[in-house]
């Protein structure tokens, strides 16, 4: 009798994954960072998946009060870590770039950046905007490029397109799998915890009901009342 329902929350699991993917394969936003901040992201990410981010930088112009290219001179530092905390990639590029990497771990990372502050003077305290596109899995991958790379025809490219969306899905679906069995293993690891707690509890007033009826029977044997 499990087996139905087992099928049935992969299947659930497998159009959640699904529809996630169509509507949101990746995300793009733009921030704002003052001379010493730094800004974190959280992503949940499979194992072995591969990430690439690419942003690029514009100063505000206080005479044009808008936001321009930033110049060449400014570098933008990027540090991601895994759910482990260790560090995945930790470099410095320039005012546009482009970083990659692959995770090991599943679970979510910490995707930081941050300017160098040596260099932030050139705009005296002044905002800077961070435009960031962060694209995972399949998504990452420049089709066109490897159409071009490995000469392949279109219905070659997207047999081979259909092939990473499958592993894709199925990595995407071990992930959830792996978050199943940590919330089991947290959700008993929290029921144990307050049987043992209720059970001292119990102990602890079977004890203290003890002590004061043992207390009573020697105050009312000094009083001689009983």
């Known amino acids: 009798m499990a087996a139905p329902g087992w099928r049935l929350r992969v ?8 529809a996630a993917r169509m509507v949101s394969p990746g995300w793009a936003l733009y921030f704002h960072l003052g001379e010493t901040e730094r800004k974190c992201f959280i992503e949940e990410i499979p194992d072995e998946t591969m990430v690439i981010g690419n942003y690029r930088t514009q100063l505000f112009d206080k005479q044009r009060e808008e936001y321009l ?3 060449p001179g400014l570098g933008m530092f990027v540090e991601v870590k895994d759910p482990d905390e260790k560090v995945v990639l ?18 979510e990372h910490q995707i930081c950046l941050h300017s160098n ?16 596109d962060i694209q995972v899995g399949e998504h990452a991958n420049d089709y066109a490029e490897i159409a071009a790379k490995d000469k392949l025809s279109e ?24 978050r199943e069995e940590r919330f089991r293993q947290t959700s008993e690891s ?37």
């Open 11 to 18: 299947l659930l699991q497998l159009l959640l994954v699904l």
């Open 69 to 71: 290219p930033a110049t």
């Open 90 to 107: 930790s470099r410095q590029y320039g005012s546009e770039g482009r970083f990659t990497f692959t995770s090991h771990t599943p679970g």
């Open 117 to 132: 502050s040596t260099k932030f003077s050139l705009f005296a305290g002044g905002m800077l905007r961070v435009h960031l």
């Open 155 to 178: 219905l070659q490219l997207r047999v081979r397109q259909l092939l990473e969306q499958i592993e894709q899905i199925q990595k995407e679906q071990n992930y959830q799998r792996w």
């Open 190 to 226: 929290t029921n144990q915890r307050v049987l043992w707690w209720s059970i001292v509890q119990t102990l602890i007033l079977v004890a203290i009901g003890v002590w004061q009826m043992r207390h009573l029977k020697s105050f009312f044997e000094a009083k001689k009342l009983v």
